[in-house]
C-alpha cells in the first residue's frame, strides 16, 4: 500500500508517484511529487490521503487538457530566486522566536555542517540533486508555477534558487553565532505577484 515519503535532507515528509507515460508531456515530468509539510509521521499518514486524492485530480486535469506550462524570463527567476531566500530566512525566524533547546541548538549546528557543503558542491559543479530539485519543484508549484523538470526553465531557476539557498544558510548560520542580522530579502510572495507567461500544451 502506498504511504509517504521522508526527505533525505529535511526529513519532511512527501508524496511521491510516478507520472502515467500519457501524461508526462502534459505535466513536464516523469514523477509527481508534493510536500506534505510536516516532520511527524502520524501528521503525515493523516495527510497523505488528502495528497492522493490532489495528485489524481491533477492528472485527471492533465487528461483534459487543462494543464499548462509557464515560461519564465530573468525577472521571474530572479523573484523566484528571493523569495525562496525570504522563505528560508522566515523559517529561521520563526525557529528563533519559539527558543532553541541547547539540544536543538545542537542539532541547527549539525544541519549547517552537512547541508551548507553538500549544497556548494551541487554549486560548483552546477548540479542540483534529486532531493534538491524536488524541494524547488514543490516551492514552485504552491506559488503556482508549472515548469517542467525536463526544461531549460527549470534549470536556469533551479541553479538561481541554489545560490539562493547557499546565502540563506550563510546568513543563517552568522545568525546562528550570535550575530544580530536581520531578514535581508522581501517577504514571502512579494516578488511573485507578477505571473508566468502561461503557454498551453
Known sequence: MASPSKHP????????????????EALGRTEYLKSLRTKDPREAKERFADAWAECEATFARAR???????????????????????HMLQEDDDLRLDGMSDRDYAKRQETFDIVIPALRNELARGIVDEG???????????HGFNVPTTSLDFRR??????????????????????EPIDELSPKVGDGLICQAAAVAV
Open 132 to 142: 534538491t530539485a524536488w524541494e524547488f519543484d514543490d516551492f514552485l508549484k504552491s
Open 157 to 178: 531557476v533551479c541553479l538561481a534558487m541554489l545560490r539562493s539557498w547557499v546565502r540563506a544558510l550563510e546568513i543563517e548560520q552568522k545568525r546562528h553565532l550570535g
Open 64 to 86: 483534459a487538457g487543462k494543464s499548462v506550462v509557464d515560461q519564465l524570463d530573468d525577472e521571474q527567476v530572479r523573484h523566484i530566486a528571493d523569495a525562496w531566500t525570504a
Open 9 to 24: 535532507k529535511t526529513s519532511v515528509f512527501y508524496i511521491r508517484r510516478a507520472v502515467p507515460h500519457d501524461l508526462r
